[in-house]
């Protein structure tokens, strides 16, 4: 019986070792093997790509030719020698306009430099000339001299029957990183954030497409390929994407630019009437309403035409005797001159406007024909 036990223990200890040793060998054994036969590994097949894939890479092939990449550089002054160097500025986007090569961008993109270059997504370089601003959209107009093979315009689309939750794809540079795309929504319409110049650009379109720095000026584009607005801003405390970018709308962009292309600047339809910020809060603020004091009404324009009235000083007494406060234009209030200036940027000289003015304790309508702005306190 011990003979038996002793045996079975020993069988029991050889099995034991062998596996342990099977343990520890075959796969020391198996990956030496592998290392002499390396191979790469078989590819899966994919199949085809997704539908919306196809369309996305359209999207980008057809417009990526219409996007640049703006590089600008500024002057500066030696201290000592007082010899001048051109340094680079900053990097930004845009994308061409129309056939004579004109570029649209955000102003902010190429304010404070000396000199821009424009370059092309098949890598050309050319100086561009400034054409013409507007502070209060944050839109500029260059142009660059294409010999031949000028790169295809923009598609222009529509804005004010977008939809949150549309399709949206922005191109652009980001941090320097050339003809980047980044997809995303419509998240939020009817969006305004003051301008450089204090006024506010309105209607803007918020998406949570990536912006960054660099993407500012690039085009907004649609499902269809087409322009719906620039990219123009980001919110972010750390100034990189958040997920909350806005872009100026197209139908802005389509109003303000030929202007600047023609004349170089952009004026924007007035009534007539000379106003001030600082007055009109204490105006409206004694009064106890919310509108646009009117201070003074220019001759011959739409609003001396309508008879809008201005304030009367007495000159006996010095009183001052308020005019006209004017509380909302097409039925839309307005509280600010900012919000007034907005509203009427929203129209084209040789419309009319309808006004809900307040005169002399009683609420009256007026129509008055818009023309175009001689000043920059006149509305």
Partial sequence: MRSFVGKASQWFLAALLSVLA???VVPE???RLARADVAPRPVQPRGDLA???LATI???ERAKGSVVFITTRARVVDFWTRNVHSVPRGTGSGFIWDEYGHVVTNLHVIAGASEAIVQLEDGRDYPARLVGASPAHDIAVLRIKVPVDAPQPVPIGTSADLRVGQKVFAIGNPFGLDWTLTTGIVSALERSLPAEDGSIISHLIQTDAAINPGNSGGPLLDSAGRLIGINTAIFSPSGANAGVGFAVPVDAVNRVVPQL????RYAPPSLGIEVDESLNRALTRELGLEGVAVLRVSP??????AGLRGIEIVQETGAVIPGDVILAIDDAPVSSVAELLARLDDKRVGESARLRVWREGKTIEVTVEL????GTATL
Avoid: L, N, P, S
């Fill in 22 to 24: 099977a343990w520890y």
């Fill in 29 to 31: 054994i198996r990956w």
């Fill in 51 to 53: 539908a919306d894939e």
């Fill in 58 to 60: 359209e999207i980008f």
């Fill in 261 to 264: 292309i023609a004349t170089g």
């Fill in 300 to 305: 011959g324009t739409g609003a001396d035409k």
């Fill in 371 to 374: 023309q175009a702005a001689g």
